[in-house]
Antibody, heavy 118, light 110 residues
Framework: EIQLVESGGDLVPPGGSLRLSCAAA????????MSWVRQPPGKGLQWVAL???????TYADSVKGRFTISKDYSRNLLYLQMSSLRAEDTALYYC????????????WGQGTLVTVSS | QSALTQPPSASGSPGQSVTISCTGT?????????VSWYQQHPGKAPKLIIY???KRPSGVPDRFSGSKSANTASLTVSGLQAEDEADYYC??????????FGGGTKLTVL
């Protein structure tokens, strides 16, 4: 069974940093597209970042230069390193596995909450 | 990276059919067949119900169907059931290596 479990969400002051983790089970994060998607409280879904099957990353303009997506093949983990956090980054962050093509998200975790506030 | 446009709400009675639209541009929906639809119940993670415009993942009832015409994609839910009441989001390859979502549609089963 495919499972994704996010962790690392916390309350962080503006300008702070945080690293989110996503533990994958039932498949290997190697050679597959993986994404982070966020959902601000009471609002819709926003794509944040994608890591290609070859390990190359791509980011939404709103987080480019501040967030870094990466994979640890040996531990089967996906990461999102976030820095220079802003109030508008407050959201529930989901990791998601692509279903083949990059832009189809077939499996989602339950999310981890990031709150940016002083 | 403008969001795709969805109606904020839709409704129908049990057994009826409802169609939710998702309007983009010639740079996203109009160019790519990478349109997906997600169902999200309150407090739950999104669930993929349609991908590549018309395909259904294993286990998704055939009451859910997708289509596309020019810059607009549509999700049709036939034979509405109480458990279909949820938020629905469309997404599309936005070109330039990005994914864009619609703002979401709250489907109410009357």
């Amino acid at each position: 069974e495919i499972q994704l479990v996010e962790s690392g969400g916390d309350l962080v002051p503006p300008g702070g940093s945080l690293r989110l983790s996503c533990a994958a089970a039932g498949f290997s994060v190697n050679n597959i597209y993986m994404s982070w998607v966020r959902q601000p409280p009471g609002k819709g879904l926003q794509w944040v970042a994608l890591i290609h099957s070859d390990g190359s990353p791509t980011y939404a303009d709103s987080v480019k230069g501040r967030f870094t997506i990466s994979k640890d093949y040996s531990r089967n983990l996906l990461y999102l390193q976030m820095s220079s956090l802003r109030a508008e980054d407050t959201a529930l962050y989901y990791c998601a596995r692509s279903c083949g093509g990059a832009w189809c998200l077939s499996n989602w975790g339950q999310g981890t909450l990031v709150t940016v506030s002083s | 990276q403008s969001a795709l446009t969805q109606p904020p709400s839709a409704s129908g009675s049990p057994g009826q059919s409802v169609t939710i639209s998702c309007t983009g541009t010639s740079s996203d929906i109009g160019t790519y067949n990478s349109v997906s639809w997600y169902q999200q119940h309150p407090g739950k993670a999104p669930k993929l119900i349609i991908y590549d415009v018309t395909k259904r993942p294993s286990g998704v009832p055939d009451r859910f169907s997708g289509s596309k015409s020019a810059n607009t994609a549509s999700l049709t839910v036939s034979g509405l059931q109480a458990e279909d009441e949820a938020d629905y989001y469309c997404s599309s390859d936005g070109g330039r290596n990005n994914l864009i979502f619609g703002g979401g549609t709250k489907l109410t089963v009357l």
